[in-house]
């Protein structure tokens, strides 16, 4: 069975900065996805990033960005000049490539941004 | 699009007592999902559905609880009798298999409180 495994629990950054958070997971797959989902407080769950595990290309969005290291299944997620509204809780999350297959979440990293 | 919607956002009840949770996928979607977060065990999966038909449900807790999808549009969670460590959020999620990388998208979240 695949796991996902999110080490810190939690961190911080201040304004301006760049943080990564950090994720590795399990899995005797070789076709996945992988993404990295947003809950502010409201508790709504943002799509953030996602990543192809057969493309070699590292994705990217804005200001987010993402580390994937496919040999040492590592999933990390860089946030460049963090901003306030970037304070949530960061869920990494697996997901088979058969078609409709549940996502498999870690245990999620808060992260605090102070000004 | 107006997204994944859930109703109601909150629902407070009494341990016993009947609880019915609702979600109207994103137009167009053939998968719908229902996750359960807790801070025990974060966001697992209870149960999914492939066009209107359920897939697994091997994450249901119990025959309290029972999910269905009558149509495209509408799905519903009941727990009945509910319990007190039934209180969590549920998140239900939709999801197309058109193309290759299929997202689900996650609606606001129902937050219940079992007295």
């Known amino acids: 069975a695949q796991t996902v495994t999110q080490s810190q629990p939690e961190m911080s950054v201040q304004e301006a900065e760049t943080v990564t958070l950090s994720c590795t997971y399990d899995?005797?797959?070789?076709?996945?996805?992988l993404f990295w989902y947003k809950q502010p407080p409201s508790r709504q769950m943002i799509l953030v990033i996602r990543?192809?595990?057969?493309?070699?290309q590292n994705a990217t969005e804005n200001r987010f960005s993402v580390n994937f290291q496919k040999a040492a299944k590592s999933f990390s997620l860089k946030i460049s000049d963090s901003q306030l509204g970037d304070a949530a809780m960061y869920f990494c999350?697996?997901?088979?490539?058969?078609?409709?297959?549940?996502?498999?979440f870690g245990k999620g990293t808060t992260l605090s941004v102070s000004s | 699009d107006a997204g994944v919607i859930q109703s109601p956002r909150h629902e407070v009840t009494e341990m016993g007592q009947e609880v019915t949770l609702r979600c109207k996928p994103i137009?167009?979607?053939?998968?719908l999902f229902w996750y359960r977060q807790t801070m025990m065990r974060g966001l697992e999966l209870l149960i999914y559905?492939?066009?209107?038909?359920?897939?697994?449900d091997s994450g249901m807790p119990e025959d309290r609880f029972s999910a269905k999808m009558p149509n495209a549009s509408f799905s519903t969670l009941k727990i009945q009798p509910s319990e007190p460590r039934d209180s969590a959020v549920y998140f239900c999620?939709?999801?197309?298999?058109?193309?290759?990388?299929?997202?689900?998208?996650f609606g606001p979240g129902t937050r219940l409180l079992v007295l």
């Open positions: 899995t005797s797959e070789s076709d996945y996805y």
């Open positions: 137009s167009g979607h053939d998968y």
């Open positions: 999350a697996y997901r088979s490539n058969q078609a409709g297959t549940a996502l498999i």
């Open positions: 559905f492939n066009n209107n038909v359920p897939i697994d």
């Open positions: 990543q192809e595990a057969y493309k070699q």
């Open positions: 999620a939709s999801s197309t298999s058109s193309g290759r990388l299929e997202t689900q998208y």
